[in-house]
């Protein structure tokens, strides 16, 4: 949960796997609703590697509630930083 009332302009993830299909990047408060969402073009990348995705907007995240960033591709995986 969030200690201080904010801004969140970007997350960092490990890339799961080489997929160059496009991605989401999205925000998702404590009762599952969406946030936000940032349709990404993926670049080439290794698996393992860390990708850091910058929002084309800050996400304002209020104080005590809990979050989830995931990202997430047109063939269903997803993964939680």
């Known amino acids: 949960s969030v200690r201080t009332a904010g801004y969140v302009t970007g997350i960092r993830y ?7 299909r496009p991605h989401a990047a999205k925000i998702w408060d404590s009762a599952g609703r969406l946030l936000y969402q ?3 073009k993926m670049d080439s990348c290794d698996s393992g590697e860390w990708v850091n995705v910058t929002f084309d907007s800050p996400v ?4 005590a509630t809990g ?8 063939y269903g995986w997803a993964a939680t930083p």
């Open 14 to 20: 490990v890339e799961p796997g080489e997929d160059e």
């Open 38 to 40: 940032q349709q990404l």
């Open 60 to 63: 304002y995240l209020p104080v």
């Open 67 to 74: 979050y989830v960033a995931s990202i997430d591709n047109l």
